[in-house]
């Protein structure tokens, strides 16, 4: 399990019914064939040895015979491999037959699970053939030779590591108001397989996928669904063969369906990344629901192989979502929840008037789209926004146009606050030399336009509106009691990487065609906090990602560390995969150390943020989500990432 991945496969072989012989040949075909895929686990369709539509044949000797001996070729064929190997057959246990899944690994049958709910209704007829997994009255069932422990108590854990555990359910078992793995997760099963036949029906593809995912969310866990083919009876039903490979609400891997010829799909499941949801939500202190469980053994070997190349996918931007219509959701629902959070501070302080200060940039583009929103919504005239756009010694004549441009375009009051000759005259005050361009340089001019803000607000009772992101306190890039206060940051919970596409999608779909314009502009002007003057020739040179880097690659850092509790290691071996390419293992090496160096340095500046809306995952409020003490020391990280 390098970097804490398991590969895992969800097969559906050829089929003929009530053929073990032919069946038996497929499914080990495609345990070869998984082997040499470096899979781990590898879980076949429901009744695959006999085949799902067998009917009352399942009450012949010779067919259930014959899937013994199935079971027995087949496990004889893992002999060699150390993966494991769920199949199903139906098997006869004191006069009672059981659906059933079985584990094989190593040659040897692992342990037995029956399925716990059987339909009976409309097409479904399991009750006439099979008895429930409650009434089995054995914990152990001879096979061949051997003693097998057979029951819907069991769950198997890994001989190596107690944390990799995974259950087993059976088709109908996931469509009942709580399944099986429902508590199989409470007990620790990280990853949860189901055995399944399920005919097509118009719409029922996107049903069964849902619970999947679903499930897999629900049970924080990894979810691995295979169902049969169209080689079941098509007496009355057509059987799929849809195979779903989903981790915690996210699907990975999904068939084709309507195939009669062997499918296998794949997919690394992060198991490190469900411990560490599982142990941040908590949930799961809850216990199993009253249930107990045997633990059946398993062997584990990793196969170093895997990460080579990764079966899963690794966005470069995980808080931008690929498809473009779920983008543009995103971003409707973010500006809708940072608007509604403004309003309600709006309506809960009777102060109807909002100050904010408009650079030009991207992140107070984004404050004053969510402000005019909120005042709308408030039937506010726009004017009651005091948009304050403040030039000081690095601003540039492109971002203080937009800036001119954006406030007069939304229609809020615009002030023109020149900070120079005041930032002059606090250099004489505090006996600093202007011509010496450092922090206190910078950080003078932030805190003049802070003081200007809250002076604003005083005087005409309003609100300052906050403009600094997610990015940038997780950074520290921000001025101490500067740009850093505010009375409401609707930002403080968007990255970086997102902010451009919110405001992008204000500018395609509420704003008219002047606004816009500006709007485009501003997205493609370079990220600075324009403190230090610009060239000759008008131009930004204080460019942010020149000094810290790129701000894709530290919200990627960003994301995986605090979602996912991924570690130095890990997170740069997925930021090579994610930006291969594009940066060198070097330069992302080099960024790796700025972020946790200013991560750890910089959590007093996030210890005593102003309010702010929650609208991610991810988030780094000091009463929220991220509680970390201001002298934590870094040394750990920064030390596993000089091991690398």
């Known amino acids: 399990m390098k970097y804490g991945y398991a590969r895992v496969a969800a097969a559906s072989p050829e089929l003929k019914v009530a053929d073990c012989s032919f069946n038996t040949k497929k499914i080990i075909d495609m345990i070869k064939e998984a082997e040499k895929k470096s899979v781990e686990f590898l879980v076949f369709p429901e009744l695959c040895i006999t085949g799902y539509t067998c009917a009352d044949l399942f009450r012949h000797n010779v067919l259930l015979d014959g899937a013994i001996n199935s079971i027995l070729a087949i496990a004889e064929a893992t002999r060699d491999t150390s993966m494991v190997v769920i199949v199903g057959l ?25 399925k716990s709910n059987l339909p009976g209704y409309n097409e479904f007829y399991e009750q006439r053939w099979f008895t429930e997994a409650e009434h089995l009255e054995v914990s152990q069932v001879k096979i061949g030779e051997e003693f097998v422990p057979i029951g819907g108590d069991i769950i198997f854990t890994a001989e190596e590591d107690e944390n990799i555990a995974f259950g087993i359910e059976i088709c109908e078992d996931l469509w009942v108001p709580v399944p099986p793995s429902s508590f199989l997760a409470q007990a620790g099963a990280m990853l949860i397989f189901n055995l399944s036949a399920s005919n097509e ?11 999947v995912e679903g499930q897999s969310a629900r049970c924080v866990a990894g979810y691995v669904y295979a169902s049969s083919n169209c080689g079941e009876s098509s007496t009355d039903l057509v059987y799929g063969g849809h195979l779903i490979i989903a981790e915690n609400g996210l699907v990975l891997s999904e068939s084709e369906r309507f195939y009669f010829e062997n499918k296998m799909i794949m997919a690394d499941i992060d198991l490190d990344r469900l411990s560490f949801n599982r142990v941040s939500m908590g949930t799961f202190r809850g216990g199993k629901g009253g249930r107990s469980y045997r ?44 608007t509604s959070g ?4 709006i309506r809960h302080t009777g102060l109807d008037k909002l100050v904010i200060a408009i650079s030009g940039g991207l992140d107070s583009t984004l404050a004053f789209i969510v402000a005019a929103r909120a005042i709308k919504h408030l039937n506010l005239p726009l004017s009651n926004i005091i948009a304050i756009t403040m ?19 939304i229609g809020a009051t615009l002030r023109v606050v020149d900070i120079k000759e005041a930032c002059l005259r606090h250099f004489i005050d505090i006996e600093h030399d202007k011509d010496i361009h450092d922090t206190t340089y910078e950080n003078v001019q932030a805190r003049e336009r802070t003081q200007v803000l809250m002076d604003v607000a005083n005087k005409i009772g309003g609100l300052v509106v906050g403009t600094g992101d997610l990015s940038e306190l997780a950074l520290g890039w921000c001025t101490y009691n500067g740009d850093h206060m505010s009375m409401y940051g609707v930002n403080s919970g968007v990255p970086k990487t997102l902010v451009k596409h919110i405001i992008q999608w204000y500018a395609d779909y509420e ?10 502009d ?13 060239s000759k020739e008008g131009k930004i040179l204080q460019k942010t990602e020149d000094i810290l880097g790129p701000y894709e690659v530290h919200d990627f850092f960003l994301y995986n560390m605090l979602r996912c509790g991924t570690g130095p290691d890990k997170n740069l071996f ?10 060198s293992r070097e330069q992302l090496k080099k960024w790796m150390v700025t972020f946790y160096k200013r991560f750890f340095s910089q959590q007093f500046k996030r210890s005593c943020l102003p309010d702010g809306p929650k609208v991610g995952t991810v988030s780094l409020s000091p009463r929220g989500d991220w509680r970390m003490p201001s002298d934590a020391e870094a040394n750990l990280w920064l030390s596993a990432i000089n091991d690398i």
């Open 574 to 583: 997925l930021a090579q995969k994610a930006f291969d390419g594009e940066y």
């Open 342 to 345: 403004l309003e309600k501070r």
């Open 391 to 409: 030039p000081g010694f690095g601003t540039t004549g492109r971002t203080y146009n937009n800036a001119i441009s954006l406030i007069k375009g």
């Open 511 to 520: 704003a008219n065609e002047e606004i816009r314009k500006v709007l485009y």
């Open 295 to 338: 633990n059946i053994s398993f062997s584990y070997e990793t196969k170093d192989n895997i990460s080579e190349e990764l079966l899963r996918p690794i966005p470069k931007h995980p808080f931008v979502p690929n498809d473009i219509s779920r983008r543009d959701e995103r971003c409707r629902e973010i500006l809708s929840i940072q």
């Open 522 to 534: 501003i997205i493609d002007t370079p990220i600075s906090p324009e403190l230090l003057p610009p």
């Open 90 to 114: 139906p098997l006869s246990v004191k006069g009672r037959l059981y659906n059933c899944a079985a584990v094989i690994q190593k040659g040897k049958i692992l342990g037995i699970v029956p």
């Open 201 to 211: 029906l118009v719409g029922k593809a996107d049903y069964r996928k849902g619970l």
